[in-house]
């Protein structure tokens, strides 16, 4: 279990997280929603550690992290997978040899079974990132992360800058992951139709706090304002 407790955030005098709090069991996706600014990408830094918070707790698997202790936050990072919004491969090694830098020989035996979770080609891994598609080097960065064996995987914005048919084919492959692996997924969106399609439970944030919290068919039902216009489209994706 990932649980998140009152989590609060400010930069200067504003405040980007206001008391979020959620947990997520291993097996399910949570999509976090909201417009740009709304601390989303904040969220994830702050799990991983990569950002600390001003107050809250993070609990994996029943430890409470502690981002001013870099040994212990090795461990966790270890067990939290996070897929940026850019997949920022190496230009300079092929598509394989991104997969296999820094890792052991043990999971690289596992390297073709997750290049098929991820419906990824073997014949194009030979290839250097700027020979190949933004789509496919998505991939390439969710089966680097998948190597790690995490036991929860974060995606920040997997579907941005995506057509719609690699939209549609990102988020099977998000899909398989969760099912095969049995991980945990918080994906971090404004795409709408996805969390509709693929999550278990939807959180909307708006100006840091929570203004929803529950399934996709309590979300399509909601009366609240903010969460009709995300349905039907109208949302103003900039704060």
Not at 22 to 40: I, P, Q, T, Y
Not at 195 to 212: C, H, P, Q, S, Y
Request: charged share 25%; net charge neutral.
């Amino acid at each position: 279990m990932l649980e998140l407790k009152a989590i609060t955030k400010s930069f200067g005098d504003k405040t980007i997280l206001d008391g979020v709090s959620f947990r997520l069991e291993r097996g399910e996706n949570l999509f976090v929603l909201g417009r740009s600014g709304m601390g989303k990408s904040v969220l994830l830094k702050i799990i991983v550690g990569l950002i600390p918070q001003d107050k809250g707790e993070v609990w994996v698997e029943n430890e409470q992290t502690d981002p001013q202790d870099e040994n212990r936050m090795v461990a966790f990072r270890q067990k939290c997978g996070l897929v940026f919004q850019m997949p920022a491969l190496l230009d300079s090694l092929t598509l394989l040899e991104n997969l296999e830098f820094g890792i052991s020989h043990e999971q690289k035996k596992h390297l073709n079974k997750y290049v098929e979770w991820v419906q990824l080609s073997q014949k194009v891994l030979g290839h250097y990132p700027a020979e190949v598609s933004f789509g496919i080097q998505k991939k390439v960065s969710v089966v680097r992360t998948l190597l790690r064996e995490p036991r929860f995987i974060l995606f920040d914005e997997p579907t941005t800058g995506l057509d719609p048919v690699a939209r549609e084919v990102t988020n099977q492959m998000i899909k398989n992951v969760v099912r095969e692996s049995r991980t945990g997924c918080i994906v971090v969106s404004h795409d709408v139709q996805s969390a509709l399609e693929l999550a278990n439970t939807i959180v909307l944030l708006d100006r840091g706090k929570m203004v929803f919290q529950g399934t996709p068919e309590s979300f399509r039902k909601s009366e609240q304002q903010l969460v009709k216009e995300f349905c039907k489209g109208m949302v103003t994706l900039d704060a």
